[in-house]
Nanobody, 124 residues
Framework: QVQLVESGGGLVQAGGSLRLSCVAS????????MGWLRQAPGKEREFVAA????????YLADSVKGRFTISRDNAKNTMYLQMNSLKPEDTAVYYC?????????????????WGQGTQVTVSS
């Protein structure tokens, strides 16, 4: 079993930055593909970013390319999402997720473990 805890959300003005962290319990963190997903009010949960087990491969949704960066530190059982040039449309609850596989996925339903979510609000 893996438990995921996100932190780092908050209120920021448009153009600002935030860094989200996700700390995982369990010794198998380094063998799992990980991702960040978000859900805005009234909308479906959507893919934001994913990273391979080693951190060697990263993937970003088109809407955040050039602004967000995903990374992980397996020695610390931690994954990060650096968010720059934030826009009001980035406002959502952001979730950290893990998949019991080394294969990265962009599909929310294919993740096996989820954090509780952290709210990110971007004001205009």
């Amino acid at each position: 079993q893996v438990q995921l805890v996100e932190s780092g959300g908050g209120l920021v003005q448009a153009g600002g930055s935030l860094r989200l962290s996700c700390v995982a319990s369990g010794r198998t963190f380094s063998s799992y593909a990980m991702g960040w997903l978000r859900q805005a009010p009234g909308k479906e949960r959507e893919f934001v970013a994913a990273i391979s087990w080693s951190g060697g491969s990263t993937y970003l949704a088109d809407s955040v390319k050039g602004r967000f960066t995903i990374s992980r530190d397996n020695a610390k059982n931690t994954m990060y999402l650096q968010m720059n040039s934030l826009k009001p449309e980035d406002t959502a609850v952001y979730y950290c997720a893990a998949r019991r596989s080394v294969v990265v996925t962009f599909t929310p339903d294919r993740y096996d473990y989820w954090g509780q979510g952290t709210q990110v609000t971007v004001s205009s």
